[in-house]
Structures are given as structure tokens and as C-alpha cells.
């Protein structure tokens, strides 16, 4: 496995591969990897000649100093991981490296629509900042495919929008969720999850499942308050629990035969922010 931390180095290693029209696949990560990384590498490796994945914490998706400083950072454990999993090539970059000073970068801002509701709510400017940095990380590696998680599912929407609207050669692969044994969406953040809550973090699996398995029998807002309701405790206080557009994102009235109906929401269990969602409908 390759480690570049400079974008020359990357460019230069790159262009061989380019030079021969070789398949390469890209996952980008803040790090402290775990499994539902892991994930998005098989796929990759199973996809391509060559996986790429960075490593780069993004100042500029962060609204909050203070949740950069707490992001939890594990390089060493992170590259032997990455190794273990066969990547090819990790893309380490210094911010100067992502945004040299004095350089103005391209880079779309996604549609209102796509940003103001859930996470955006919640983290102004959160999307814009992942837009601009999935983009610069796009436009260096040029990969045919690029593999983000199901998770963070507003993220990978916009994403799509961005590939869309730049009509940039790059198909987008969303993997599944990947879970604990006991259904807690793996994420980075869990790790600072306090000992006794972790284990009650699974309600928010149950009650997706609970909202899936009651689809049609109650309204839609009957069904997100009963979930509000299931995610408010002494640990826990729901921000959101939201059943959109799986394309636009748009809130749902209702939910008919044909409706792509996604579940979204986020909960913080004690001093963490976590993130679930669970598809309920997709037509065929
Ligand atoms: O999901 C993440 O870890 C980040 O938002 C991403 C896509 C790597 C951009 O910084």
C-alpha cells in the first residue's frame, strides 16, 4: 500500500493508471475507520484495479470548532486497517494540500432543497463543505467509481446531485449500512459514546424497524411522533425524525405504492450527535 500525503506525489503515481484506462475506485474518509469503511474498500476492490482512499479531517464541513477539535483522529490504526483491508493507495493531505492559499476551487452549492431540511437544520453550511471537498478530492483522484456509506444519507443525495449537476464521469456507489451485532449504525463518533448509553443507542435501529413494520397502519405524522416518542429518554434527545423523498429528499405526506420513502433522523445520546436511517419503501 502507497501512503501520499502531497498531491503531486498522488498525481504522479495516478497517471500511469489513467495513462491505461485502468478501472479505479475512491473512498474518501475523515478517518477512524471501522467496519462500514472497511465495506466501502471490498466493494471497491471488488470493482476495480485500483482503490484510493484519503484520509482528511475537512475544516470546512464542520460548523462547530469545538466537534473539529473532538473528531476523533486514529492515523496509525486507520493505515493498518487500510492495509489489512488491501487498499492500493492512501491520499493523507495537510489542508494546504486540499486548499492552497490564494487558489479559488470550484465547486457547486447544492440546491436549497437538498440542504435545508434535516442535518442541514441542524449544521449551516455542513453540506457546502462536503460538497467542496468531495469535489477537490474528485477532480484529483478521477476515479470511474466512488463509494460512500448509506448512513450519512442526505451526504450521498448530494453527492449524486453534484455528480449530476458538474456531469462529472463518475459513477456513485452507495453501501449498505453496517451495523454492530446489536443494530447500532457503525460511525466514527461511537467511540465517544459513554459506556452505559451505547448499549441503549440501539432504539434508534428498533425504531426504525418499528416505523417499517407500521407503515400504512398509522399517518405519517402519527408515525414521527410515536418515533420522537420511542427517541426521547433521560440519554437521549431526538433533533429530527423525518420520512422524505428518497431522491429529492422533500418531507412525505404520505406514503402510495409508488413513493420512495426513506426514513432519516438524529439523536443525541448523551454528549453525541448520532446519525440513522433505514429505507422504507423503494419502488422497483
Ligand atoms: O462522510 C465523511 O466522512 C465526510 O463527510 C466525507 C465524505 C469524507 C467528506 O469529508
Redesign the pocket.
Known amino acids: 500500500m502507497y501512503l501520499f500525503k502531497s498531491v503531486h506525489q498522488l498525481d504522479q503515481y495516478l497517471q500511469h493508471f489513467r495513462a491505461s484506462n485502468a478501472r479505479v475506485g475512491f ?5 477512524a475507520l471501522h467496519a462500514g ?1 472497511l465495506s466501502l474498500v471490498e466493494a471497491s476492490n471488488e470493482q476495480n484495479e485500483l482503490t484510493v482512499c ?1 484520509i ?3 475544516p470546512t ?1 464542520f460548523n462547530e470548532g469545538s466537534d473539529l477539535e473532538k473528531y476523533p483522529r486514529t492515523p496509525g490504526l486507520d493505515l493498518a486497517l487500510l492495509a489489512a483491508a488491501n487498499c492500493d493507495v492512501v491520499f493523507m493531505p495537510q489542508v494546504d494540500e486540499v486548499y492552497p492559499p490564494g487558489v479559488e476551487l470550484d465547486s457547486p452549492t447544492p440546491p436549497k432543497a437538498l440542504v435545508q431540511g434535516m442535518e442541514g437544520q441542524f449544521r449551516p453550511g ?1 453540506f457546502e ?2 460538497v467542496q ?2 469535489k477537490r ?1 474528485l477532480d484529483l483522484v478521477q476515479p470511474s467509481s466512488l463509494y ?2 448509506q ?2 444519507y442526505q ?1 450521498a443525495a448530494i ?1 449524486g446531485w453534484m455528480i449530476e449537476y458538474t456531469k462529472l464521469a463518475v459513477e456513485l456507489v452507495v453501501c449498505p449500512i453496517m451495523r454492530e451485532e446489536n443494530g447500532l449504525a457503525m460511525s ?1 463518533r461511537n467511540v465517544r459514546l459513554h459506556p452505559d448509553i451505547r448499549p441503549k443507542a440501539i432504539v434508534l435501529y428498533q425504531t426504525l424497524l418499528s416505523v417499517k413494520e407500521k407503515l400504512g397502519t398509522l399517518s405519517l405524522p402519527e408515525l414521527q411522533s410515536w418515533a420522537l416518542e420511542q427517541l426521547s429518554g433521560p440519554d437521549f434527545r431526538p433533533e429530527y425524525f423525518d420520512i422524505v423523498d428518497g431522491q429529492s429528499l422533500q418531507p412525505l405526506d404520505n406514503v402510495g405504492e409508488n413513493d420512495f420513502a426513506v426514513a432519516c433522523t438524529a439523536v443525541w445520546a448523551g454528549e453525541v450527535r448520532i446519525l440513522d436511517n433505514m429505507i422504507l419503501q423503494k419502488p422497483e
Not at 473512498?27 to 478517518?31: F, L, N, S
Open positions: 473512498i474518501p474518509t475523515m478517518g469503511h484519503s482528511f479531517v475537512n464541513q455542513h463543505g462536503v471537498v468531495v478530492l460512500m456509506g448512513k450519512d451526504q453527492i466514527s
